[in-house]
């Protein structure tokens, strides 16, 4: 018995002196961040704690306080949260549709419109922006000509508050889709025929189908795909920062947080107030999180 | 020395050069004169920070012992970068600064005050444009040299002017509006008087300055914005869009303003010298000569022309610096006469330095008559770290009236509490300041 003790408290020690390394790395780089970030966020640190560290005051947390009586940080939550809950559904569902055509026995060229409908994901975001402006150019853009073939009015697609954000939600799901398109190929092709084949000889529908072969054998990449987009989606910064220029216009129709977070901290200099809005974006991720994770093992 | 170098890399070659300096000090004691060998580094900005270097050899040749190692940074990172560096105390020696950043870094105290450097030097502040020269003097004491000027002023189409009419530039508001609407009835396809991007805060507060509002309140305290000037102005700016006499776009929706230019979709423009070379470039042929500038109207027509931005760049030394008499003989070289028009001839920045611009190079572009006169009536903005965040408040805040959001009243409120906000910490340590100084 006190062999196997010692034994496994040496394996202990030595298992520790492997992993220290990467624990280590760790701490230094993940878990001081995050306790320095707890600490900013009670301090008002801004352009003038840089310049002599004895004007930081500590302030508790009054930073929160702030944040809650800020109506541009209620616009920015809004906004996020109009962006995850329209775009991340919509992406997910274009994902899963264009991965059903594009593995669908009929289709062919499969790997070349595989391709195709990935290309976005692996293009440069500020390229696709300087293109989407134009589309969405009140004047001469694409979008608006369609508009007009349909007999409908023109919109001012990125000047317009109500239309802006719609615009942005278009283009992160175009540009996106294909990425969560891929691993639903990859779940689609490990699901076998034979259970199609079955279904079909009892006389099930293409939606019968759907409903109980195809989306319960996708259920971990839905669970995935669900977090991995959300999480994505409730840090969106790219596109609308260079759709808009790094204004989040108009009237902050398309400032989300984290836009948010990077004007107050990096262009303003607020530290500890950016700090703040960092916190609660954590806050609400981790949350989500976990209420879908509650979800998934609920439908089990 | 490459552009692209990274930081890393260009500090060990420093430090290198440091040791080998040194090392040279130690075994020459006797070294005397002039002879010291000092490596000055220079951060520069842009295009601004690959065209300086064709002016260097020149200096190095007649400072010998002096090297200039030149660290060029794009413009969009600048701001962050000398912050980091200030932080991370790797600051150069001296650097190329937009003059709006000069009081954040006098604030941060990391500039060196060149007030008793300028005494002997062979350059005075009476050589420069006031305005410009203002906006490096924070309390009375210059922390920069002026190296090339910006400022806005309005470029028209002298061809739909004269359709409309109107026979001359405008000199007053009214007289500025009345053109506008003229040119906005003449027939043919929809047409505005005027491009004023609305995510630009250049323009409200331009008109502002005109009206003679102080935008802040209290040796910069708090915001003033319920002064009477200051509405004058915000009025005249929003009744432009309600008007549609101005397209109620952002930058990023215009796309090309150029073209839409010449095609007449407005027919005039508040822009900068940057945009001389890009009209000269980008407007067809056959429209070059339908298109001039002219210095801004003002409220009333007997102070025209009225005021605008003093904007542009300066020279400044870091106050860590350790060979700060070099680096001052290189600001006194590049802003010597010479040396600024050479530089306008090889990027088209307008010289700082006022007996430059009586040189053939610049007295033969018509153009730059209007930003000549101009430039004798611009004012720096309030002189506060916190200004860039006031000026995007108040263009935020010409947005919410202009889209129709906010009534006046309300949107000027919001923009005096917000901008009463931004100036807490600046408030706590001024008064803080007084009571340790009355102690």
């Known amino acids: 018995m006190r062999t196997r003790a010692t034994r496994s408290r040496a394996e202990a020690r030595a298992g520790l002196t492997f992993i220290a390394p990467a624990l280590g790395l760790i701490i230094v780089f993940f878990v001081l961040p995050v306790v320095a970030g707890f600490l900013l966020a009670a301090t008002d640190f801004d352009i003038y704690a840089i310049g002599d560290p004895s004007t930081i005051r500590f302030v508790g947390l009054s930073n929160f306080a702030a944040l809650l009586h800020d109506p541009v940080f209620w616009k920015a939550l809004a906004n996020t949260f109009y962006f995850v809950l329209v775009g991340g559904p919509l992406s997910v569902a274009v994902s899963l549709g264009a991965a059903m055509l594009v593995n669908a026995r009929l289709v062919r060229f499969k790997g070349f419109f595989r391709t195709v409908y990935f290309a976005p994901v692996v293009t440069t975001m500020v390229a696709v922006a300087v293109v989407w402006r134009y589309l969405y150019h009140p004047r001469f853009g694409l979008a608006n000509q369609i508009l007009a073939l349909l007999g409908l009015p023109d919109v001012n697609w990125l000047g317009d508050p109500r239309w802006a954000m719609p615009a942005i939600i278009l283009m992160a799901v175009w540009k996106n889709f294909g990425y969560n398109m891929i691993i639903f190929v990859a779940g689609l092709q490990g699901i076998p025929t034979t259970l199609y084949e079955a279904a079909r000889v009892d006389g099930a529908g293409a939606w019968q189908q759907f409903r109980r072969i195809t989306v319960p054998a996708l259920r971990p990449m839905l669970m995935f795909v669900g977090i991995i987009t959300m999480i994505g989606y409730f840090q969106i910064f790219t596109e609308p920062y260079v759709l808009t220029g790094g204004t989040g216009g108009p009237l902050n129709a398309t400032l989300s947080l984290v836009m948010y977070m990077y004007k107050q901290g990096f262009r303003w200099w607020n530290i500890g107030f950016a700090a703040a809005v960092a916190l609660v974006l954590f806050l609400i991720i981790l949350a989500g999180t976990l209420v879908q994770m509650r979800l998934q093992r609920g439908r089990e | 020395m490459a552009a692209g170098e990274t930081t890393d890399l260009h500090r060990g070659r420093r430090g290198a050069v440091r040791a080998t300096a040194a090392l040279a000090l130690a075994l020459l004691p006797a070294c005397g004169g002039t002879g010291h060998d000092a490596t000055v580094e220079l951060w520069a900005l842009g295009r601004e920070g690959e065209v300086v270097k064709s002016l260097l050899p020149a200096f190095e040749r007649a400072n ?53 450097r300028l005494a002997g030097a062979s350059l005075a502040p009476r050589d420069f444009f006031p305005g410009i020269w203002a906006t490096n003097e924070i309390d009375g004491e210059p922390y920069g040299v002026p190296w090339y000027v910006d400022t806005r002023l309005l470029f028209y189409r002298t061809d739909l002017y004269t359709q409309a009419g109107v026979v001359r530039p405008p000199q007053s508001w009214e007289e500025w509006r009345e053109d506008m609407r003229r040119v ?195 004012e720096p903005m309030p002189r506060v770290p916190e200004w860039e965040r006031i000026a995007w408040a108040i263009a935020e805040a010409a947005e919410r009236v202009i889209l129709g959001q906010q009534t006046m009243d309300r949107s000027l409120d919001q923009l005096q509490t917000e901008v009463d906000k931004m100036l807490a910490k600046r408030r706590f340590l001024l008064d803080r300041r007084t009571r340790g100084a009355g102690q």
């Open chain 2, 64 to 116: 010998p012992g002096v090297r200039v190692q030149l660290q060029q940074i794009p413009f969009t990172a600048a701001h962050e970068k000398i912050l980091t560096a200030f932080v991370g105390r790797s600051t150069p020696d001296l650097a190329q600064l937009g003059n709006t950043w000069i009081p954040e870094l006098v604030a941060l105290e990391a500039l060196e005050p060149l007030g008793a």
């Open chain 2, 184 to 378: 906005k009835a003449l027939p043919g396809a929809e047409r505005y008087g005027i491009l004023l991007p609305i995510d630009e805060w250049a323009q409200p507060v331009v008109l502002a300055l005109q009206a003679g509002a102080g935008l802040l309140a209290d040796g910069g305290r708090r915001g003033d914005f319920h002064d009477p000037r200051f509405r004058r102005a915000f009025e005249f700016y929003v009744s432009l869009f309600a008007e549609r006499l101005a397209p109620p776009l952002g930058n990023a929706q215009v796309a090309n303003p150029y073209q839409q230019f010449a095609d007449g979709y407005f027919a005039s423009w508040i822009t900068g010298p940057w945009n001389l070379s890009e009209f000269r470039r980008r407007i067809p042929k056959e429209r070059q000569g339908d298109w001039t500038t002219a210095p801004l109207a003002a409220v009333a027509e007997r102070d025209f022309p009225g005021v605008s931005l003093a904007g542009g760049s300066s020279l400044v030394i870091f106050r860590a610096s350790k060979h700060k008499e070099a680096a001052f003989r290189l600001i006194e070289y590049l802003a010597g006469v010479r040396q600024q028009v050479e530089f306008y001839r090889l990027i088209g920045d307008l010289p700082a330095r006022t007996a430059a611009w009586d040189d053939p190079a610049l007295t033969a572009d018509p153009h730059l008559r209007a930003f000549r006169e101009q430039l004798q009536h611009v």
